[in-house]
C-alpha cells in the first residue's frame, strides 16, 4: 500500500513504541497539515526547541525510553544544537527529527534552509539523511537503535520536505537493524572480569566511583549488589547521583572539584580505584599528574575511548557495565574474605576526614542561605520520591552535595556541557512522562531566565512542576570565579534589573510566591508542594554566598579549601 | 600518558561506507581532536559500498591509541587499520611543472629518466613530469628540481596497502584481522 511520508513516519514511530513527542513546528514541518490534528501519540510543543531538545533529555533520564524531538527546518533544527551537544557529552539518548526543504533545492539556500546534518556532524553520534519515503521506516529504525545502544547519544534525521509529501511503499516496520560498522561490545572480556576480581579481593583501601554510564545501563541493581558483597566505599559523579541510595551506610557522596571531602580523600588515598562507567573527568580528577598514582585503576565502560583517555588504566574492561557487573559479582561472591572487617581502617581514616572537613557554612540571622533553602527542600520532599532537576552553577552544586535520592532516574542534571537554563526543560520532560510524580526543578535566576518562557507549556500541557529559583540576583558561579581570581570581582555577572518572578509566574499562569526570610522557607516550601498545578517560587537568598569545598583545577586533596574566610564557632552550620 | 614515548608517523587504513558525509566527519573529528594529519586519501574499493581511506598522521603511542579508538567509534567507519604495525607498501603520485631553459633541459630528463619519471607535457620552457614513489623518493626528486625552478606542484596525497606475503610481521596476530575480507566483519543485529 502506498502512503505519503508523513504516514509513513508516524507509522514507524508508533511501531518504534513512541508515545510522546517534544518539538516546535515550522514550514517545512514534518508531520504534514494531514497528520497534525489527529496523531496516535502525545505531542508537546515547546515554545523554543532547544527546549524541546532538552525535554527529551529529561524524558530520557527519567524513563530510560530514547526521548524525541521533531522540529522544523533551518532556524529550527540550529536552534536544537546546544541541547544535542548537551545530549553527546552526557550520554543521552535521543532522536531530533528535522525537516528539510526538498532534496532537489538542498544547498540553495532557500528560505529557512540550513545544512543542518553539516551542523550537527560534530555533535551527534550519528546523523542519517531520508530522501525517500521508502526509506524512512529503515532509518528511523537505524536511528532509534543507534541513539540507544552502546554509549548512548543523539541521533539525528534529517527529512526533506519530498520525502515527507511523497508517496512510497510501507512494507512493514523493520524488525533487525544490520550496520556493519556499529557494533558495541557489552559482554567484558572474562580474563579481564577475573583479573579485576583478584585485584579487589586483595585491596585494603579500594574505592568505588561509579558515574551515569551505570544509569544508563540500568544497572544500579547489580551496583549496590557489588557495594554490598564487597563493602567498599562508594561515590558517584553528578551524573551517577541515584545509582546508590543515599542513605546506604557506604554511600560518600559526590566527588570532584565540589565534592564532598572524604569522597575526594578516597579518590587520593586508595589502592584499588574501581570506576564503572565513568570516564574521569577533569572535574573528578583536578591535576593528572597527581591523580590515581598511588593505586590500581580497574575501568569499565562501554565506550572505548572513555578508556585511557585521560589517566593510566591497569585493568580495563570495555563493556555494558550491567553485564560486566553481573559477572564480577559471580567472582567476587566466592571470594572468601571479611571484607568489612579487613576495611576498618579504611573506614576509619572516612571518619577521621568526615571530622576534619564537614561539609559547612556561616550562619547569619535574617538571610536565607542557599544551603539552607536546597536542604529543606531536599529533606521537605524526600519522601515523595521527586524527580529532581537543576540548572547549572551553584545551586546545582548545593543540591548535588546534599542530594537526597533512593533510586535512579530521579535526578536530571547537565553535567559536562554545563548548559544553564536546563531545568525547566529537564522538569518539563520528566514531568511529561510521569503526571503523576513530584517533579522539582530547582534553578538559579540566571538560568531560569534562558528558558522561563516555557512557563506557558506547563500550563498548556497540565504539567505540575514546582520551580525554585535560588535568586542571588547574578550569576553565582560566574562571580565567585571572579571573586576568586579576578581584580574585577563582578565583571558582569551582577543581574541588576531582574524580572518579579512572582507576577512573570502569574502572567503566564502559573501560582508564584516569594521567600524572603529564614522563617518563611518551610512553610513556603511546603504550600508549594502543595499547590496544585505548577509552581513558581522566587527564594530570595544571600548573594555573596561561594560553593565550598574546592578542590581548585590543576591541584589536589591537599589543597581542599573548606570555606572563604574562617568561620566563627558560634555560626558554624554544617549540613553534611 | 600523553608525551611519554616519541610521536611517529602511522599510515590508517580506513574502510568505510560510501556515503555523504563520511569524509567530512572523520576529517572533522580529527580537526576537533587536534590530530596532526599529513596526508588523505579517498576511493571506492571493488565494493562500490565501501570507500578506503588513507590517512597519513603523527602522533605518539598514546595519541594513536584514542585516533585508532575514535575513529572506530564512527558509526560510518567499518575498519581502522594501522598499516606502520606490519611491512606495508606505500605510495604517492606528483604531478611537477619545472621551469626547463634550453642548458637544463637534458639535466632534467637525466633526472627524470633516474627517478622513472614520465614527462605527460611539455612547452620550450617547461616539463610536466608525473612521478610515483613513497615519501622519501618523491621528496629526493623535488629536492632535485627545486634550483631549476618549481612552477607548480600537485599531490595526489599517501595511499598504501599492506604485504600480501608478510615475511616479517611485527605483531603476527594482527595478519589474520587484515586479511580479513570486509564482508565478513561481524555487523551488529539486534532483534
Known sequence: MRFTGSEILVKS????????????????????????????????????????????????????RTGTVVVSSGSGAANCVTAITDALIDSMAIVVLSGHDPAAVMGCDTSQEADVVGTTRACTKHSLLALKADHIPRIIKEAYYIARSGRPGPVLVDLPKDAIMGRGEFRGYPKDVSIRGYNPQLYGHPGQIKKAAELIAQAKRPVIYGGGGIIHSDASEEFCELVEITQIPTTLTLMGLGALPTNHPLWLGMLGMYGIPWANMCMFNCDVMIAMGSRFDDRITGKLSEFGKQCKVIHVDIDPTSIQKNIKVDIPIVGDVKYVLRALNKELRNVERNWAMEFEEWYGEIEACKKQHPLRYEQREG??????AIDMILRLTEDYDPIIC??????????????????????????????????????????AAFPNSLVLNIEGDGGFQM?????????????????????????????????????????QSDLRHQP?????????????????????????????????????????????EHCYPIISAGTAIKDIIDSGEPIPDKLIQGWR | ???????????????????????????????????????????????????????????????????????????????????????????????VRVNADSPDRAEILRIADIFRAKVVDLTHRTYTLEVTGAEDKIQALLELL?????????????????????????????VAENGEDVEKKSSAVVK
Request: glycine share 10%; aromatic share 6%.
Open chain 1, 390 to 431: 537543576t540548572g547549572v552553577g551553584q545551586h546545582q552544586i548545593w543540591t548535588a552535595q546534599v542530594y537526597r535520592g533512593r533510586k535512579p532516574r530521579r535526578w536530571l542534571t547537565s553535567g559536562g556541557l554545563g548548559t544553564m537554563g536546563y531545568g525547566l526543560p529537564a522538569a518539563l520532560g520528566g514531568q
Open chain 1, 13 to 64: 514511530l508508533v511501531e518504534e513504541g513512541v508515545t510522546t513527542v517534544f518539538g516546535h513546528p515550522g514550514d517545512v514541518f514534518l508531520h504534514g497539515p494531514d497528520m497534525l490534528t489527529d496523531l496516535p501519540f502525545k505531542h508537546v510543543r515547546c515554545r523554543h526547541p532547544q527546549v524541546a531538545t532538552h525535554a527529551a533529555e529529561g524524558y530520557y533520564k527519567a524513563t530510560g
Open chain 2, 146 to 174: 627545486r634550483p631549476f625552478g618549481i612552477k607548480e606542484l600537485v599531490r595526489t596525497g599517501r595511499i598504501a596497502i599492506g604485504r600480501a606475503n608478510k615475511s616479517l610481521p611485527r605483531k603476527p596476530e594482527r
Open chain 1, 451 to 491: 528558558s522561563m518562557s516555557d512557563l506557558c507549556t506547563l500550563v498548556e500541557h497540565n504539567l505540575p512542576v514546582k520551580t525554585f529559583v535560588i535568586n542571588n540576583k547574578g550569576l553565582g558561579m560566574v562571580r565567585q570565579w571572579y571573586q576568586r581570581h579576578s581584580a574585577h570581582p563582578s565583571s
Open chain 1, 367 to 372: 538571610v536565607i542561605k542557599p544551603q539552607f
Open chain 1, 500 to 544: 518579579d518572578f512572582v507576577k512573570l509566574a502569574d502572567a503566564c499562569g502559573v501560582a508564584g510566591m516569594r521567600i524572603e526570610r529564614p522563617e518563611e522557607v518551610k512553610a513556603g516550601i511546603e504550600k508549594a508542594i502543595k499547590t496544585p498545578g505548577p509552581v513558581v517560587v522566587d527564594v530570595v537568598v544571600e548573594q555573596e
Open chain 2, 1 to 95: 600518558m600523553k608525551g611519554q614515548t616519541p610521536s611517529q608517523r602511522h599510515i590508517l587504513t580506513l574502510l568505510v561506507e560510501n556515503r555523504i558525509g563520511v569524509l567530512a566527519k572523520i576529517a572533522g573529528l580529527i580537526a576537533a581532536k587536534g590530530y596532526n594529519m599529513d596526508s588523505v586519501s579517498v576511493g571506492e574499493t571493488m565494493d562500490n559500498s565501501v570507500s578506503r581511506v588513507t590517512l597519513v598522521v603523527h602522533g605518539d603511542d598514546w595519541v594513536m591509541e584514542q585516533m585508532v579508538k575514535q575513529l572506530n567509534r564512527v558509526v560510518d567507519v567499518i575498519k581502522v587499520v594501522d598499516l606502520t604495525e606490519e611491512d606495508f607498501i606505500e605510495r604517492e603520485m606528483i604531478l
